[in-house]
């Protein structure tokens, strides 16, 4: 930056080739030598960007002499490089973008101040939805079926990446955005002119999708933030952010055969949850971590936030420089990276051990194939447990009524295990009761089992469907298919059951939907297409699809029989994400698993299934198959990868990445530095943020007379919280869209829709599996109208349009970990346009916290031990909130909160403030940071 202060002297040159860059060095300051390789990255930034005012010496020192035994308290601002979007929550982000153009121009300001300032790209990958499957065209259909759906959203997409400088866009069937990031657009050293000068430093990002830090293991530093964060940094506006700790998990061993990448990942995410790190970076050390391929270590970085942490990365090393290679990076830019990470001592070394606040140690060689479920991508479940394990869980899953005997499954658990043995998931919220199907090919304790199986007719052939049938196995989500070893080992597997004859049962709904066609190429090099596809796994796009949501309806028949029959089917899928209500929802249990188990789980067809004990059916011959005889030799995997896979896959499918197909190209483009909007979108309309905005902002003031829109329990999820999924006819947004002319097979997902608040508001808290504790026993988007005294649940959204009609602010309360999951910036706008003033809640995942300030909502704690249910808060109650005035000056470490009960009994308590920066603060005090950064851009 041209006003760089550079009062340590720093600024520096280094020389590459015949190529010279301007450089700030950060090995002369105290205490950097032996720093955590991800705060030297941010140590650098914060040279670079000193300016005596955000950024002051005061603030370098505190990090280059980063105590590691402190909790944080020191505010630093971090200028990302550049920001990467998807669809799904980058549309939104420039529908803002467009809207604060207009609002430049209403408040006298020049509308092209409103453009990024840092590098924006956007990946479209989340609005590709499996309606095809298991057919040669899927792919071609599931593209026109798509372009069909969101004409009006690539069209305005199209619209921004002419009308905003330094915005591009890599269009729709090209890939999924975080290994299109790790596979191209990732620099690792980025490069600018800077008054006349080539500068080079750290390649650093935000990204609009938790799992941006997928990138870390490229030694990227970079993590998942809100839309309006991303927005606001796309605008050259700083991440306000508090010096984290940082945890160092070394790395011993090497991962043992019959074990896979993804296996490593689950049992990272359980350990690290278990330790506890959010809000800290987790950092990667040891001799071990040579050994770690670079697809392995983009896998366990693509996980941070299953972690919780705000990074999980790698340092630079050899295996970061032979990826860029074989990715098709240039000589000169490789060059740059070894050069740059070598001078700055961001190359790993392994005989140094950073300081570290905590550690941790994983020897890879303990790792034992593994998947995760039924709900949580932490409840990690040995694959020689898995059978039992889901009947210990299933148990949460079926109703009483539909010939289920609790005593039988009691009895079959009793045999498996001795008393203390027992699986021990305590993570479900439910009582109900469950039974055993007798489905699997080899049934064991048949006499014990007591279920009501539906027989369907499937392509003619009738089938019984049961509990823990596989209704979705899918290889898909960024996590796994950047991944070649566990990708080919799946090809693999296929490839030796179709040999022996094994085939799928005809319940199974099958995909293949990979990161980047630079997977289709390798598959298609080493002939495996055909292996894949003769088990159904054809390709049926390049997206995120069933990892987000986007599984498409399961079989017909098998839908019905399973909602007539309140079936607990299963689904198995290669992703990173199997909250409740996300991935179909027909489906009540969801597995995560890597690619080559998903083969097996589909071949199965059950979750009621022991590998070691159990056949996958007989060969051409009459002999059993088991899973052991047809699992892929690891070497042999390696060899094919090696035969397969080459710089010039990459080169080609990404030498014009941003061109897009015909489709794309022939898309009519309005022109114009603002947009002009359609009365009739229902996909792109243009928000309310910015009505009736004045120059200066008004004084902060208190909340009274409010009442309780939702009461909820603990690990609420942004997936609770945020409109995802199909849209319900009977819904507030399925009826604002009839009502609005849009027929049914119309409708398209809430992800789709992002750019219309009307639909994501009216989707907000509709979650079907979002339990409100204002009402028993009902579950979905419904609450209490407290004004009218009637216990008959409404809608969420109806009762927030009644309580604003009366002029009444609205509160949520809720439990542990709020706001836990992806990093969706709806989850905030949806509940400040909601009409919500404050959140109480007992603690809260880092991004939300950070978006709903962002939002103007206001973020409480209880006071520590306490909770809603301490305080006798039943939700009923009118709440007022006094002492947030004090934000006009400062941060306040409370304020006072009196919940009146309708007898007039008060129950009182001091709610700690959760603003913990001064930057927050101001962001709060502006009622938004799309309305700060705005005004600052006015004045400028």
Known sequence: MSDTTNSFGAKGTLQVGDASYEIYRITDLDGAANLPYSLKVLLENLLRTEDGKNTTAEHINALAQWDENAEPSTEIQFTPARVIMQDFTGVPCVVDLATMREAMVDLGGDPTKINPLAPAELVIDHSVIIDVFGRADAFERNVEIEYERNEERYQFLRWGQTAFEDFKVVPPGTGIVHQVNIEHLARVTMTREVDGELQAYPDTLVGTDSHTTMVNGLGVLGWGVGGIEAEAAMLGQPVSMLIPKVVGFKLSGSIPAGATATDVVLTITEQLRDHGVVGKFVEFYGEGVAQVPLANRATIGNMSPEFGSTCAIFPIDGVTLDYLRLTGRSDEQVALVEAYAKEQGMWLDASMEARYSERLELDLSTVVPSIAGPKRPQDRIALTGSKQQFWADLQNYVVDGNGIEKSSVDQELSDTFPASDAPSHDVHESSETAGRPEHSPAVTNGDKRATNPATVSINGQEVEVDHGHVVIASITSCTNTSNPSVMMAAAMLAKSAVERGLTVPPWVKTSMAPGSKVVTGYFEKAGMWPYLEKLGFHLVGYGCTTCIGNSGPIIEEVSEA???????????????????????????????????????????????????????GVDTEGNEVFLKDIWPNPDEVEATIASSISSEMFTEDYADVFAGDERWQALSTPDGDTFEWVDDSTYVRKPPYFEGMQAEPAPVEDVSGARVLAKLGDSVTTDHISPAGSIKADSPAGRYLSEHGIERKNFNSYGSRRGNHEVMIRGTFANIRLRNQLLDGVEGGFTRNLLDGSTEPVSIYDAAQAYAEAGVPLVILTGKEYGSGSSRDWAAKGTRLLGVKVVIAESYERIHRSNLIGMGVLPLEYPSGQTAESLGLDGTETFSFTGITALNDGIPETVHVVAEKEGGEKVEFDAVVRIDTPGEADYYRNDGILQYVLRSLVSA
């Open 562 to 616: 399973v909602n007539a029959n309140d079936l607990a089917v299963t689904s198995v899928l290669s992703g990173n994400r199997n909250f409740e209500g996300r991935i179909n929802p027909d489906v009540k249990m969801n597995y995560l698993a890597s690619p080559p188990l998903v083969i097996a789980y589909a071949l199965a067809g059950t979750m009621d299934f022991d590998f070691e004990a159990q056949a996958l």
